[in-house]
């Protein structure tokens, strides 16, 4: 049954792609936020959108919380548009990807050291781990494999050919160990990597987010202090339609007292400061806080 349910979602998915292709970028981005819109109420847990909006703002009102909804599922839907146009934003020499600070770029790169470059789901995340490679840095990206087997290859063809050629799947409990051995071998060879962060994950530790314990990824905390890497927040917000800007933030400073608990702290306190910064284009359907 579950089989049947992913074919039918990877056909529904191939004709929107299609479409898209031939509507083009701007008139696809107005027509996928429309729809989701319209769909995206009936495909989430409405309940757990609410709980999660209310762990981070428990004061504002209803009408604030069903915009912050509204424009969440219209960023869902521009994202989704926009996996047609990955070759555009990769080619594009007037880009529609503006970096706030470039020269923070080329500061990292005269560390000499190893980067973990992390950020949340915001706005079009893809465009990161792009804007990181087209900088000149040597990263690869570590990704959540889809559930969906008919879907996962093709996400993986986009992904490798136009946002990061170094793909790596995050290892599932139970099943394949092989992301794992590939991280080691790239932590082994010193290569900055780009991660998201803000999911639950079941190999994490339980850390506080908003003042809530939730289980949250370890790895960049790990190779910090065990590996030299620098730990640096990128936020990227959507300015209007398919423009984007990037901010590089201070990288986060790690003192002799610092463990992967006190570490991964600092790293959710900075993506608390992107979720208040940006409340309507983070994905607030995850079962973040789940522990």
Known sequence: MKLVKYLIEFILIIFFFCLFKILRLKISSNVSCYIFQKIGPFIRKKNKIYENINIVFPKIKSEEKKKIIKNMWCNYGRTFAEYMFLDFFRKNKNSNIKVNNQFKFDELKSLKKPILFFSGHFANFELL???????????????????????????????????????????????????????????????????????????????????????????????????????????????????????????????????????????????????????????????????
Not at 138 to 167: G, H, S, T
Not at 240 to 246: G, H, W
Not at 254 to 278: P, V
């Open 129 to 291: 781990a792009m804007t990181i490679e087209k900088n000149n840095f040597d990263v690869c990206a570590l990704y959540r494999p889809l559930n969906n087997i008919f879907l996962n290859p093709l996400m993986e063809y986009l992904r490798i050919r136009y946002l990061c050629k170094d793909q790596i799947p995050k290892s599932i409990p139970g099943k394949s160990k092989n992301g794992t051995r590939q991280l080691l071998n790239r932590i082994k060879n010193k290569k900055n990597i780009a991660l998201m962060i803000d999911q639950k994950v079941n190999e994490g530790i339980k850390v506080d987010l908003f003042s809530k314990k939730a289980s949250t990824i370890n790895i960049p905390a790990q190779l910090a202090i065990k590996h030299g890497y620098l730990l640096v927040p990128l936020e990227i917000k959507r300015i209007k339609d398919s423009n984007f800007i990037i901010n590089i933030k201070d990288q986060i400073n790690l003192s002799r007292q610092d463990d992967q608990y006190s570490l991964t702290k600092k790293i959710n306190m900075e993506l608390e400061k992107m979720i208040l910064n940006n409340p309507e284009q983070w994905i607030w359907t995850h079962d973040r806080w789940r522990v």
